[in-house]
């Protein structure tokens, strides 16, 4: 019998996520306040994704751009529900391609376009070095000049604690487990015996008392997820330094990171550590010395083919022409943020002008936000540097979107549509998706389940409603419930009475209706 899975779980699929990392709108603001020059190709010429799992992220950003994009996950299951998206929407008409085809197959197709970006989400840190090195040529051969590649991935020093005990699980779930018995499981049983392994006041433990923080946790997460997490046969963590010598061939340079928030030097580092990190003046080396000060566990990267250094003049102005929007309301922005080294509150001068600027959730553009900021201020001005900070900030809390030029988003709303339309039917029967597609910011919109049905009951209305009603909202989720048998939670126990599941659907639906409605309808989800 073949092992064409090459030690990969494929009896558990993996899990129905959605990552804006992988979406190529968003590396133009990481990138231009990184000091880099952007490609017009980038956001509309073609992308790949390696390792699209479900594909929900390649088929938001292929109906969300109306780009083309072409990807694989070996894992057929996975790809022919991909493909049911992708026929869902459109795209496979308009050139979208994705298949389930190991990484070897794939990347020596003839038939591939040059790329403007690719994806490479977190599948690194489980394959063997074999299919890394596939990775690497396919990406030296078909990433365009000035092209992206985004790679995110395991990464030391965060995992070094746990990489022992990763080994530990995966020698008991394949020695141990029974062999009748599937991976759930065994994934079980291996969670137990850590646990008592570590209540046993080993050394290990005592030497690594976070691991068993870490192994409590896990028994509150999917088990999709710690398969695919923990029990692969290749997982390795890997240093940014080694991860920038598997690039080199590539011929990659290092952009940024994908993750905003990473990009604050004052929400990551204190000032000792901050002042020790500048004093590095090699790039390269200043990354590792950063992962060891924030224990980094996952990291997020762009890199660029050819990248072009923008001289501080050009940066600016590349960064007056980004457009933006607020995506949730000026009243919900929280003013704190969590970093590693604690919770940062915002300063009240700087964000509060800047959100009520924004507040009409209306696009703009930086330059004309910062002209708004200068008229309107009747104190000290919030400054350029301030406004980028502050715009990448709200950005990496995901209170700002990236916004797409209006040609882009006319093209892409009929696919988004129809796909949406989709996603929204899944939601009568599970929650496995977790969002919608937006045309204007070309990415994925995060709604619950209950507020996907909210939208779906608009979406199915004869009559479109300004104002719907939240009891023909409530009614129609709570019919779609009923007909699976569900009730809703309160404190752990589902609400046994249907004026109780109805009161409370309609005071979600009051709150969905004033709150996120109107967002929605600015980000295109619903006319």
């Given at each position: 019998m073949s092992d064409w899975n090459e030690g990969y779980v494929t009896d558990i699929g993996y899990t129905y996520g959605y990552y804006t990392e992988l979406n190529p709108l968003r590396t133009r603001l990481a990138l231009l306040n990184a000091g880099w020059a952007t490609p017009a190709t980038l956001h509309d010429g073609p992308a790949c994704e390696l390792g699209m799992g479900q594909g929900v992220s390649v088929n938001v950003h292929a109906a969300a751009s109306g780009s083309p994009w072409y990807a694989t996950d070996f894992n057929p299951s996975q790809a022919a529900f991909a493909q049911e998206l992708a026929g869902a929407s459109g795209v496979d008409a308009l050139g979208t391609r994705l298949s389930d085809q190991a990484f070897a197959d794939f990347c020596q197709r003839t038939d591939l376009p040059d790329f403007s970006f690719i994806g490479v989400h977190g599948i690194w840190s489980w394959i063997s070095d074999a299919n890394r090195a596939v990775i690497v040529d396919f990406v030296r051969r078909k990433l365009r000049v000035g092209g992206v590649l985004y790679i995110s991935y395991n990464t030391q020093p965060g995992w070094a604690a746990m990489v022992p005990m990763r080994d530990l699980l995966i020698d008991h779930a394949q020695v141990m487990g029974a062999p009748g018995n599937g991976l759930t499981s065994r994934i079980d049983a291996s969670l137990a015996f850590a646990e008592r392994l570590l209540d046993s006041n080993c050394h290990y433990a005592q030497a690594n008392p976070q691991v068993g923080v870490r192994i409590k946790r896990l028994h509150g997460v999917s088990r999709n997820y710690l398969a695919h997490e923990y029990f692969n046969r290749d997982w390795q963590p890997m240093s940014f330094s080694n991860m920038a010598r598997w690039l080199e061939p590539a011929?990659?340079?290092?952009?940024?990171?994908?993750?905003?928030?990473?990009?604050?030097?004052a929400l990551n580092f204190t000032p000792a550590q901050h002042a020790l990190l500048l004093e590095q003046p090699d790039a390269m080396f200043r990354e590792t010395v950063r992962d060891f000060l924030v224990n980094q566990q996952f990291r997020r990267d762009y890199w660029v083919k050819g990248p072009r250094r923008l001289t501080t003049a050009d940066q600016a102005q590349a960064l007056r022409q980004q457009r933006v929007m607020l995506a949730t309301a000026a009243a919900d922005v929280v003013m704190k943020v969590k970093t590693p080294v604690g919770e940062a509150s915002l300063t009240p001068s700087v964000y509060q002008p800047v959100v009520a600027a924004l507040a009409d959730q209306n696009v703009h553009s930086i330059g004309d936000l910062w002209q708004q900021l200068q008229a309107g201020a009747t104190q000290a001005p919030v400054s350029f540097a301030q406004l980028i900070e502050a715009i990448v900030l709200l950005a990496g809390k995901g209170d700002v979107v990236a916004v797409q030029d209006e040609a882009l988003v006319q093209k892409a709303k009929p696919q988004t549509q129809k796909l949406n339309r989709h996603l929204l039917s899944l939601a009568r029967n599970n929650a496995d998706i977790s969002c919608v597609a937006s045309p204007v910011s070309g990415a994925g919109v995060t709604l619950s389940r209950f507020q996907q049905l909210f939208l779906l009951a608009l979406v199915e209305a004869e009559t479109p409603v300004a104002q719907p009603e939240p009891i023909k909202l409530a009614n129609f989720v709570w019919a779609a419930l009923q007909a699976q048998g569900q009730r809703l939670l309160?404190?752990?126990?589902?609400?046994?009475?249907?004026?109780?599941?109805?009161?409370?659907?309609?005071?979600?639906?009051?709150?969905f209706i004033s709150k996120r409605l109107p967002m929605l309808r600015r980000l295109g989800v619903l006319d």
């Open positions: 011929k990659l340079t290092y952009g940024c990171s994908a993750h905003y928030l990473d990009h604050l030097p309160k404190d752990g126990k589902p609400m046994e009475a249907a004026q109780d599941n109805l009161n409370e659907l309609t005071a979600q639906a009051t709150e």
